[in-house]
């Protein structure tokens, strides 16, 4: 597909300004009015008055400099917070739903949002023995001869929490539960979802002697428990669980937060407070990985659907990740993308996401004991009932939090007490060096289904170590030169391109760019215009109507089958990944209710 792309970046790009802030409003304090009060509500609430709901969970959002004036006006109204959301000026709580426009036309409040349900980014269960492809996972990637294992990295799970089995050892190093208040307790995961994610980031294999080990094995872990033993939850615990660690990143050590969940985009990500939170995460130094959901296929058709992104994979910030289908044999080359796994543009804002894909195909993993997955589905148990075999983007995004843990482990070997890399230059590091994906005819699969492409640990790794983040210069950047391929049982060559907002960028100079990709408090996406702009909003036609959840419908429709234009690309079958003739039951699904 023909893309408008900027082919090199000028020297002039230092001189660009970004907003190094989180996403603000547009929308002014005091705007009154019934129609502009009804903009305030994003698209589930706009709906509800029609939904037979009696009352619904929000999160209001308000100016800062009105928090105070909103909380006492809430508060005069009887309302009973649940939350204050510090970091994104925030409130939840429940209102009647005759109460919402009263709510918006509180002076100070930019918008309400629903508090929607969340669950995790895990296909329908897969029912088959797995195959290689899901059991070496090290092997897969081309790990086995690489020496960082993650040590000193610290990930925070945010799930369903992290069962203490004996692949963690000791390295669960705090867990909070915010399905009771966020409090301090003894780990434990009653779902299992989170287990597993945890156990492909770095479990250490060692009831499987091995075999079955992780991405990052000597990697340490904070988990955040959100969704319950039935796996769903609420956004605004799992906004609560972001802003824990993002304002106890130093306490805590953390590096890495990993949201293999979300729920169906409501509105635009300057408007989602789930956005705005992974926004500041970034901002405060931290890389949130997140799954791009598993809405790539219509099961009633079999049609590919276009814009199936889910929040927070709708995060310009966020490395969002989609599912790369591993074909059991060691080379990458003849790997597609998983049909389950979500295509974009985002719902609202057009950007270009995924950002990366990575295996996720029969991914195993731990098990948590006793654990809803476990107890419902044991056929999918192995090794004495101790690892689980999973699908679905949530692995995926595991597999690359893992893969961020090494790549942050060597830049710190190779740059001993230097400034760490930004999460944009681990975006950045992985985009690049990631395995450029062809369709059975050679031609390249679009950027709306792959992003850059398929990740590229080793380059990553390679890359990492001779990038000196302290360096004042950007001729001082690199201090090595790297070979832009990788043999793994075949050479691969680098995509050495980004995806940045709505726009592909390439271009050798790319790695020697200033403050935009190497500054602090960067974020990534948003306020910036790269060569020609494409814009996506009006040039969308639309298939036929899908309803997300409960009778709440995703914007209008996801866009199933081939009537998809972007720019003035028209996007026919040839952008669709290759399903296999005789695919297993698990490969083609129904969008996922979150």
């Known amino acids: 597909m023909t893309r408008s792309i900027r082919r090199s970046l000028c020297a002039g790009v230092a001189g660009i300004i970004l907003a190094v802030t989180p996403f603000t409003l547009a929308a002014s304090p005091g705007a009154a009015g019934p129609a502009r009060r009804a903009e305030k509500l994003d698209t589930a609430l706009q709906q509800a008055g029609t939904s037979g709901l009696q009352t619904v969970p929000v999160i209001v959002k308000a100016d800062p400099a009105a928090r105070n004036t909103v909380r006492k006006a809430l508060k005069d109204l009887g309302f009973k917070l649940k939350r204050e959301h510090g970091g994104i000026s925030a409130f939840s709580f429940t209102a009647p739903v005759g109460m919402l426009d009263r709510i918006a036309a509180i002076p100070g409040v930019l918008g309400v949002s629903m508090d929607a349900e969340i669950g995790g980014d895990l296909l329908d269960i897969v029912t088959t023995v797995p195959t290689t492809s899901g059991t070496l ?28 089995v004996a692949d963690f050892g000791t390295r669960i190093k705090a867990f909070y539960d915010f399905t009771r208040g966020g409090i301090a307790t003894t780990p434990y995961d009653d779902n299992g979802h989170g287990t597993h994610v945890a156990g492909l980031i770095g479990g250490s294999g060692v009831s499987s ?10 990697v340490s872990f904070v988990g955040l428990k959100v969704l319950t033993g039935a796996g769903g939850g609420s956004t605004s615990n799992l906004i609560a669980a972001v802003e824990f660690a993002t304002a106890n990143k130093a306490t805590l050590g953390i590096d890495i937060i990993n949201l293999s969940l979300g729920h169906p985009p409501y509105e635009s990500a300057a408007l989602d407070p789930l956005v705005q939170a992974v926004q500041a995460a970034s901002q405060a130094g931290i890389l949130v990985v997140s799954s791009a959901g598993n809405n790539g296929i219509n099961k009633a058709t079999g049609l590919p659907g276009f814009g199936g992104i889910s929040s927070p994979g709708n995060a310009p910030s966020s490395l969002t990740v989609g599912s790369e289908r591993v074909e059991g044999t060691k080379r990458r080359s003849d790997d597609t993308v998983g049909a389950w796994s979500s295509r974009g543009p985002t719902w609202y804002d057009g950007y270009v996401k995924p950002d990366i894909i990575a295996p996720g195909h029969k991914m195993v993993a731990p098990a948590a004991p006793f654990s809803t997955l476990v107890l419902n589905n044991p056929t999918l148990l192995l090794s004495g009932s101790k690892y689980l075999t999973l699908t679905g983007t949530s692995m995926s995004a595991g597999v690359v939090s893992g893969l961020a843990a090494l790549v942050i482990e060597a830049n710190r070997t190779a740059f001993p007490g230097g400034r760490p890399l930004t999460p944009n230059a681990i975006k950045t590091i992985f985009e690049y060096t990631a395995f450029a994906m062809h369709d059975a005819t050679g031609q390249p699969v679009s950027r709306l289904i792959q992003g850059a492409g398929m990740i590229n640990g080793v380059g990553a790794i390679k890359l990492a170590k001779v990038i000196n983040p302290s360096a004042t210069t950007a001729a001082a950047r690199l201090t090595g030169w790297v070979e832009p391929s990788d043999w793994l049982d075949e050479r691969l060559s680098w995509a050495q391109n980004i995806i940045w907002g709505d726009n592909v960028i390439w271009g050798d100079n790319l790695l020697w760019g ?31 109507n899908i309803v997300w959840g409960e009778n709440i419908v995703w914007g209008e429709n996801i866009v199933w089958g081939e009537n998809l234009i972007w720019g003035e690309n028209f996007l026919d079958d040839s952008d669709a990944p290759v399903v296999p003739s005789d695919p297993e039951p698990s490969d083609a699904v129904a969008p996922e209710t979150f």
């Not at 996972?137 to 294992?149: Q, Y």
């Open 514 to 544: 200033d403050n935009v990709i190497w500054g602090d408090n960067i974020v990534w996406g948003e306020n910036i215009v790269w060569g020609e702009n494409i814009v996506w909003g009006e040039n969308l036609i639309w298939g036929e």
């Open 209 to 218: 002697y091995g075999y079955y080990r992780g991405v990052a094995p000597s």
């Open 137 to 164: 996972l090290r092997d897969t990637l081309g790990l086995n001869n690489v020496s960082v294992t993650g040590k000193g990295v610290t990930v925070a799970v945010i799930d369903s929490g992290i069962a203490p």
